[in-house]
């Protein structure tokens, strides 16, 4: 069973710093390609970052030079780091990874359960 647990939100102020982070279990981490998605107040849900199984990392370009994703194989663990945070990074931020579960499964989508990020004065 393939689990993605979220850590690290809460409220913080504006221009101010939070990470996330996400343990995950039962998937072949390595080969996994991980992101990070939002779900606005608005119910639009976003992809915010991805770092693929080699390192390659994409950005939106709403959070690009203000967020850094990495991920940590050996501890099966990716995180986001958020600086210069603005209001409208309030969102409730998810964990997804696209992989394998065991050699002779197929590519799945999974998901966290999220946590929230309150950017507010």
């Known amino acids: 069973q393939v689990q993605l647990v979220e850590s690290g939100g809460g409220v913080v102020q504006p221009g101010g710093s939070l990470r996330l982070s996400c343990a995950a279990s039962?998937?072949?981490?390595?080969?996994?390609?991980m992101s990070w998605y939002r779900q606005t107040p608005l119910n639009q849900r976003e992809l915010v970052a991805t770092?693929?199984?080699?390192?390659?990392?994409n950005y939106a370009d709403s959070v690009q030079g203000r967020f850094t994703i990495s991920r940590d194989n050996a501890k099966s663990t990716v995180a986001l780091q958020m600086n210069t945070l603005k209001p409208e990074d309030t969102a409730r931020y998810y964990c997804?990874?696209?992989?394998?579960?065991?050699?002779?499964?197929?590519?799945?989508?999974?998901w966290g359960q999220g946590t929230q990020v309150t950017v507010s004065s």
């Open positions: 770092i693929t199984s080699s390192g390659t990392t």
């Open positions: 997804n990874a696209v992989g394998r579960s065991g050699p002779f499964t197929q590519s799945t989508n999974y």
């Open positions: 039962g998937i072949i981490f390595p080969i996994a390609t």
